[in-house]
């Protein structure tokens, strides 16, 4: 048994070794500043920038975020705190199914419903054209998809906080909105924060269903409503360049290594201010 | 609701605010009594409370005591209608505060509440700073000024004897107080939104005996201006601290009076089995 | 006042709860009224003729196959390597000790890893062994891909087995070895929610697959040879400009809801079968 783990631990190291490890070639052809802050992308010419792919992730998080939190945080208040039992026993399947759905679900349903309801509909009132295929519908199959996500873990932590403190501040003459607003959401923001930022990574993380709704055009995007080119869609659209050009294989691979870094940073960090914030105020 | 306290504390001493540590003049009604007409509770279809009458007497202490299990907490958690949200609760009967039903058809449940100030068994401080403690209940009933929120958050710690020992951490974290300075904090917090009652659930039976003490002697002076009612674990400190005494079996109320007729000379052979210690 | 921004706030809050309720419906009504009419006995029973992307006949046999073919071997492979991972840090060292901490830390890591990283990383292997796209290639990186989560779900129900269970075999003169046995067949539900959940991530994620397993109109023979998935099987033919091509997308697309749905229900079920035997 001992043996067996210390070969899963193995698998992570081998997993940034490798990766750090094939990505050197492109490294060491460019300056690892150049690689991450240009945004032109020329392969044939064996220049590589990846700014556009990691700001096009970052935007397309971002909506995702904005709109999911909000969604995900009224509807966690209110099948924890006011919900009757036989709404939640008929909600919570729901969102088990809905964080079942596999990635390519939401593309295919994207790419039917939101695309073309984005060419048609929303965008003529803001821009003269978009195809559909834009961040915007990135930001909605993605916000959808860590939906379930932050309402279950929300969920668990309302549930943690105990009785006795909701019912100190109904004992007082407050309002359930205002227990809700003054403690409950005060107490649990430690786990408010852990949901959000596991949200993000996720987000940040997802491949097909973005890749079939984002446009995957390397320009940097003007509006919400152009073509956007997510940093795992880069690496998922031109594997099969891969076998033609070494030095390309070697800027996909920093690519996926960019991605690792990024999410495994952005956890620790996120996991580091969690613990301050839950050490200082003694929540 | 960072408030610079150190301006405040200045301003008092040159502008002091007309201030009172007690409850605000009932000028409504005479008495603040407390009512229980033919009270019954269901809990999940077992009958746990049966029929209870009772009548709380004002400015004094009254002290519900019977063995575990017999309904003295469900009882006093009806009182300020904290079964409201469990669903499988069901309350037959009327409570009357100030001659008004609690349980009544257009009763803002949020307007009872405050006339009761409730001190539960564990001390429960809010997530927040000492200060924010006791400016909790004042603050979420309106009041903003941060002058006036420091001058009821003074004299609520000053009437718990908490004052001298916090002053100066008042915007520290709450939770690390002491046990006993938690439970007075607790006591500070409710008296701050001036309720007439005050309940107390087995207030005492979480901290040590020098912190019980001093919450007696809270209670005691408290007395004077509010109806207490607290349900009590030990017949000692029924016999230290009550002025009336109810007791309880098995959810029917079987003997309510003043302490002194109870402990000496009790009618009901139930409570002279249980206040001689037959049974606890 | 604050009777009415409570009124504002719960109607907030159920409008939120109502969308999101809409949504799941909107989501599946539109698969399935894509995929079911196109969704017949040959289209279950037939690969696609004349090339997937262009071919008028046939079904998604070939992608149906080598999603089972695939997740099957991957779950083998994934619970010989996550249940001694996950019976060690629970039984063997103490739940709380640093050592187990550590452990259990890294895993979380992998379990935070995209699933494109898999890929890549599995694509790696496939070039260092000198792996063509192939069937074996994708149960590399799948294997990869859902040992985290197995290890995370049986090391949470391991984590509630209580003490006394464990030292009682102890005290009675049985080998540690033997008491991981009996510790184990006591979470025998978990694991079989571990497997569920595995299962319901396998086969559904295309990321991994897309690099490593190829695809192909036919039923793979050997682990050596390209495999079709299911979520494959949706991306390449949903863009065809030939209807019956986009048509076995569609139910490709309902096929993997379904086997989804029956996951979910089944896992729900042991739960709840777990919870009712606790002791």
């Known amino acids: 048994m001992l043996g067996i783990t210390v070969f899963g631990l193995l698998i992570l190291l081998l997993i940034s070794a490798g990766l750090v490890y094939k990505s050197l070639p492109v490294i060491r052809q460019q300056s690892l500043h150049d690689l991450i802050f240009t945004s032109s992308w020329k392969p044939s010419k064996g220049h590589f920038g990846f700014l556009t792919f990691i700001l096009s992730s970052i935007h397309v998080t971002m909506i995702a975020i904005l709109i999911a939190l909000p969604l995900s945080l009224f509807s966690a208040i209110y099948l924890s705190e006011y919900a009757k039992e036989w709404v939640k026993k008929l909600m919570s399947p729901a969102i088990d199914l809905l964080s079942g759905i596999p990635p390519v679900i939401y593309g295919v349903w994207g790419t039917l419903t939101i695309v073309p309801w984005i060419s048609d509909s929303l965008a003529p009132h803001f821009v003269e054209f978009s195809t559909g295929y834009s961040v915007l519908a990135g930001g909605i199959v993605l916000a959808i998809m860590i939906i379930p996500l932050i309402i279950s873990i929300l969920m668990e932590v309302f549930a943690a906080v105990p009785l006795e403190m909701r019912e100190v501040s109904l004992s007082l003459g407050a309002t359930k909105w205002q227990t809700i607003k003054r403690v409950l959401l005060l107490k649990s923001l430690p786990g408010v924060l852990a949901a959000v930022i596991l949200a993000i990574s996720r987000a940040f993380g997802e491949t097909i269903a973005v890749l079939m709704v984002c446009g995957n055009f390397t320009d940097v995007p003007k509006s919400i409503f152009d073509a956007c080119y997510p940093l795992p869609a880069l690496i998922a659209n031109n594997y099969g360049e891969m076998m033609s050009l070494p030095i390309y294989e070697s800027a996909l691979m920093f690519a996926a290594l960019l991605l690792f870094v990024i999410i495994i940073i952005f956890n620790a960090v996120s996991r580091l201010i969690l613990n301050h914030i839950t050490r200082r105020y003694q929540l | ?280 | 006042m604050r009777k009415l921004e409570e009124q504002i706030m719960k109607i907030v809050m159920l409008m939120a709860s109502g969308i999101i309720i809409f949504i799941l419906g909107f989501i599946l009504w539109k698969i399935i009224s894509k995929g079911l009419p196109s969704l017949n006995w040959d289209m279950v029973s037939k690969t696609p003729s004349g090339g997937f992307y262009l071919g008028k006949e046939g079904g998604i046999l070939n992608a149906i196959m080598g999603s089972l073919m695939l997740i099957f071997c991957s779950v083998v492979i994934s619970i010989f390597l996550s249940l001694p991972v996950a019976l060690y840090i629970n039984f063997i060292l103490n739940r709380k000790s640093f050592a187990s901490g550590v452990i259990r830390f890294a895993f979380d890591i992998m379990f935070g890893i995209p699933s494109i990283v898999y890929g890549a990383f599995g694509f790696m292997i496939m070039v260092f062994l000198g792996l063509q796209a192939s069937l074996l290639g994708g149960i590399i990186a799948v294997s990869l891909l859902i040992m985290p989560i197995m290890v995370r779900s049986i090391d949470e129900v391991a984590g509630q087995v209580p003490r006394d269970l464990l030292e009682a075999p102890l005290s009675l003169g049985a080998t540690r070895f033997e008491m991981v046995k009996i510790a184990a067949r006591q979470i025998t539900p978990g694991i079989t929610t571990a497997i569920l959940l595995s299962v319901g991530r396998g086969i559904g994620d295309a990321a991994t697959v897309m690099l490593t397993a190829g695809f192909t109109d036919s039923i793979p023979t050997s682990l050596l040879q390209p495999a079709a998935t299911l979520p494959l099987a949706i991306f390449f033919q949903l863009s065809s400009p030939v209807e019956e091509v986009q048509n076995r997308a569609y139910s490709a697309a309902l096929i993997l809801t379904i086997i989804i749905l029956i996951l979910s229900f089944s896992t729900r079920y042991v739960s709840r079968k777990i919870s009712k035997s606790k002791i």
């Open chain 2, 1 to 280: 609701m960072e408030i610079n306290l150190k301006r405040y504390q200045d301003t008092m001493e040159t502008d002091p605010v007309n201030v009172r540590s007690g409850p605000v003049s009932l000028t409504k009604l005479s008495y603040p009594l407390l009512r229980v007409v033919d009270l019954n509770v269901t809990i999940q279809h077992k009958h746990i409370l049966k029929n209870i009458n009772l009548q709380i007497p004002e400015k004094s202490i009254t002290c519900i005591i019977g063995p575990s299990g017999c309904g003295k907490t469900t009882l006093l958690r009806s009182l300020n209608r904290l079964h409201d949200d469990n669903a499988d609760i069901t309350i037959s009967g009327s409570v009357m505060v100030d001659n008004e039903d609690i349980y009544g058809k257009n009763v803002e449940v949020t307007h009872i509440r405050k006339k009761m100030g409730l001190l539960a068994q564990r001390p429960t401080v809010l997530p927040m700073s000492i200060f924010e403690n006791v400016a909790y209940g004042p603050r979420i009933h309106g009041t903003r000024n941060r002058r006036k929120l420091y001058v009821i958050v003074k004299n609520q710690l000053e009437a718990v004897g908490l004052w001298e020992e916090v002053k100066d951490r008042l915007k520290t974290p709450a939770i690390k107080l002491s046990i006993g300075q938690q439970q007075r904090l607790c006591l500070a917090r409710g008296l701050a939104v001036h309720p007439e009652i005050i309940l107390g659930d087995e207030a005492t039976s979480a901290l040590d005996p020098i912190a019980t003490t001093k919450i007696e002697q809270l209670f005691l002076t408290l007395r004077k201006e509010y109806s207490i009612v607290l349900v009590t674990h030990t017949l000692r400190q029924a016999r230290r601290i009550a002025d009336y005494v109810a007791f309880m079996y098995m959810g029917e109320l079987i003997e309510f009076g003043s302490a002194n007729d109870i402990f000496s000379n009790p009618q009901h052979q139930l409570t002279k089995d249980y206040i001689s210690g037959s049974f606890s």
